[in-house]
């Protein structure tokens, strides 16, 4: 029964091309991965670079607050002043003392501020410098995942051809076993043992498997097993 035996040559053509999809797709889940974690990474300068800018304004309105507080207290002490009176000038020198203790608070505000800013610019080159990275790899991927799927394509195309040479019972037995291993559901026989789990195959069978005339499996891991 020569016709089995060519079927089993023809699946082995068919796995090659399987197992080179497999591949291919493996690579392009990779990538896609890679990417994934690339684009992660810049976003996390990104999250950097917005904590930022909320602290510096955050700091910015502070100070803004102090200024007008500090105009206040200028009127207030004015008014007291105008009113030439002893409890006028006391309630003054009171308000003095606590401009001079917010104007100090004041510019540790505008150094806090000076400093905000330049983190705040810091985490801005980084999220450029990051993404001028990203995007040249997001790129290069890009090109990856296109040369994969014509492979892909490409070994389809041939795989369709040396499937019509395969017995469609051996097909649809492959097929089963493809799904659970995939690019590996053909195996060879290995001395006395199965290639693909290694365990032992009786006398039997291995003789079965070298006459080639029927599809035989393994006991243990179920892939078909040729010579
Ligand atoms: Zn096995």
Known sequence: MAEFAESLDSLWAVQKHDLAIVRAQDSIDKTNRETAASLAKLEARQAKLAERQAEQR????????????????????????GQGTEAGM?????????IDEMEMKGLDLITAVATAEANVEAAKAEVEAYRATHEAT???????????????????????ESV????????????EVNARHPGKALCHLEGEFCGGCQSELNTQLQMQIRARKEILRC???TRILDV
């Open 90 to 98: 006391e309630a003054a020198t009171k308000q003095r003392a606590k």
């Open 138 to 160: 997001a790129a290069a991927h890009a090109e990856v995942i296109k040369a994969a799927e014509a492979v892909i394509d490409a070994e389809k195309e041939a795989r369709a």
């Open 58 to 81: 955050k700091l910015h309105n502070e100070h803004k607050e102090l200024e007008g507080e500090l105009h206040r207290l200028d009127e207030r002490v004015k008014q007291l002043e």
């Open 219 to 221: 006991r243990n891991c």
């Open 164 to 175: 019509a040479n395969v017995v469609p019972e051996l097909l649809q037995v492959y097929e």
